[in-house]
């Protein structure tokens, strides 16, 4: 594997990653959205987010291949240490440790901002199938979240319906 530079996202990044969102969107369930947004509403969508907490693309050989950012948990005060957290990789740059690099980065940021709980909602099915495979679960494992809440039949898309695991990862002490 190249040289994979992790770096803040910035506003001219929203193309790059409305083009790796684009397929999750449109081709699986691991997204629970049905329409692609433009390039305009991710844009938007990022300067929200990047507000708050960290949004971090990985660059390899100057093209953005992933992307990880944080949001709000909950947004009364009490959650103020809590974030979910998402990740994207580029489809055919899946299973070449960007994916871990933009997690490491974007879990260090957070700490480094007191951030005490990280959380991530994953699109689940028993059955795998030609929409949504398990890898976001596992992926999730390997970095030390553990599954803590499972929603039944609680999302509808290419007419089947999805479940919904909640997984959370400590990064800091809860004094």
Known sequence: MSDIIIRNATPADAEAVQRIYAPY??????????DVPSVAEMARRMACFSASYPYLVAEEEGRVVGYAYAHAFHERAAFQWSVETTIYVDR???????????????????????ILNINASIAYI??????????????????????????????????????????????????
């Open 25 to 34: 969107v449109a081709e699986t369930a691991i997204s629970f959205e049905y």
């Open 92 to 114: 055919d740059k899946k299973r070449k440790g960007i994916g871990r690099r933009l997690h490491e980065a974007l879990e260090e940021a957070l700490r480094r901002q007191g």
């Open 126 to 175: 028993e059955q795998e199938d030609e929409y949504l495979t398990h890898d976001s679960e596992r992926f999730h494992a390997l970095m030390g979240y553990r599954k803590v809440a499972h929603f039944h039949l609680c999302g509808k898309k290419f007419g089947r319906w999805y479940d919904m695991i909640w997984m959370e990862k400590f990064i800091g002490e809860h004094d």
